[in-house]
């Protein structure tokens, strides 16, 4: 009899160090909770406002206990999305993730349209208004700084009171196909300038070709302000 109780309450026990052992559901969805709200107060120190419900876990879950803090981040941008995933993981002895859902809404100041835009537009101050949005509504991202979008072209028609997007809007050409500028090749150790001609039109960062009215060679080169280009040599 003694053998046969001493046999059953080490099982017993067993058990219960098994269960103990276990990293549950509960500790995941309040390690994801901590998460989003540390990260909601960063957004609202940026006066957002943000509301947030974490998605429920099979509460019958149980994977390995992590002898770390578990580590948790975003898989998705959540002030792009208002569904975003938490991934909480476990680096420890044995490894596990698991993903967390949740719904999240931010709140805050963007630029909308002041009054009907049209394709080709130059944007100006008059033209935008900042107002109350949900920030994460839009995958596109929203605009938020007036003097950024000051002077760039709307590329397509835009309501009033629309949210503007990265998408809708534009540089100008700081190049026109034509004009003559000043070509720069340019390395580490030296400069050197001459006079081209633009091929095509772009922005400033795109390429374009460029004839060297010297030479008569045709480069492609780098739009670096209005009226002039660059070689990296």
């Known amino acids: 009899m003694r053998t046969i109780f001493l046999a059953t309450f080490c099982l017993y026990t067993l058990g219960l160090n098994t269960v103990a052992a276990a990293t549950t559901a509960s500790e995941i969805r309040d390690a994801a909770g901590r998460f989003i709200e540390a990260w909601a107060e960063e957004q609202r120190q940026q006066h957002y406002e943000v509301n947030f419900t974490v998605g429920s876990i099979d509460s019958r879950l149980s994977l390995a206990a992590c002898d770390q803090a578990l580590e948790t981040e975003f898989t998705n ?21 698991m993903y967390v859902t949740a719904s999240v809404e931010v709140h805050g100041p963007a630029l909308v349209a002041a009054r009907p835009l049209a394709r080709g537009e130059r944007i100006s ?67 050197v300038s001459s006079r081209g001609k633009a091929l095509a039109s772009a922005s400033v960062g795109e390429q374009v070709m460029v004839e060297n009215l010297q ?8 739009v670096t302000a209005p009226g002039r280009v660059e070689i990296a040599m």
């Open 77 to 97: 941008d959540p002030l792009r999305t208002t569904s975003p995933s938490v991934m909480v993981s476990c680096v420890g002895e044995r490894p596990w993730r």
């Open 125 to 191: 101050n008059e033209l935008v208004q900042e107002k109350l949005v949900q920030i994460n509504a839009s995958r596109r991202g929203v605009l938020t700084d007036a003097e950024l979008v000051s002077g760039m072209l709307v590329r397509r028609p835009v309501n009033a009171g629309s949210v503007l997007t990265p998408d809708l809007l534009e540089a100008p050409n700081a190049v026109e196909r034509g004009d003559h500028v000043i070509i720069t090749a340019k390395s580490s150790a030296f400069a």
């Open 215 to 222: 030479s008569a060679r045709t480069v492609r080169a780098t």
